[in-house]
Nanobody, 122 residues
Framework: QVQLVESGGGLVQAGGSLRLSCVASRGTLSNYLITWFRQAPGKEREFVAAISWSSVTYYADSVKGRFTISRDNAKNTVYLQMNSLKFEDTAVYYC????????????????WGQGTQVTVSS
């Protein structure tokens, strides 16, 4: 029902910033919880941030105060603004969507994007 496409990843120095985008290439993000996950090499996929259809936001402790999630319903897009990037933020970042607003850190989402690589160098 929904197809998600991430973009905006790249190489950045520690302390720099990137803005990731998650756009619905098919369907709409309205009434979906949209969540960013990330997966570093050799590690499990982990929760980063989430935003409800009404723009209530949630953050992992590791990114709180540095990352900001937002959505533009007119553009059918969710953004992840990443500031003060650290080497530990290096990972493939995925956006995911589900209709439920509970247990947002679990991986049982209905739709996933293909991922975008974020590499933070020292």
């Amino acid at each position: 029902q929904v197809q998600l496409v991430e973009s905006g990843g790249g190489l950045v120095q520690a302390g720099g910033s990137l803005r990731l985008s998650c756009v619905a290439s098919r369907g709409t993000l309205s009434n979906y919880l949209i969540t960013w996950f990330r997966q570093a090499p050799g590690k499990e996929r982990e929760f980063v941030a989430a935003i409800s259809w009404s723009s209530v936001t949630y953050y992992a402790d590791s990114v709180k105060g540095r990352f900001t999630i937002s959505r533009d319903n007119a553009k059918n897009t969710v953004y992840l603004q990443m500031n003060s990037l650290k080497f530990e933020d290096t990972a493939v970042y995925y956006c995911a969507a589900k209709a439920s607003w509970t247990n947002i850190r679990r991986l049982d989402y209905d739709y996933w994007g293909q991922g975008t690589q974020v590499t933070v160098s020292s």
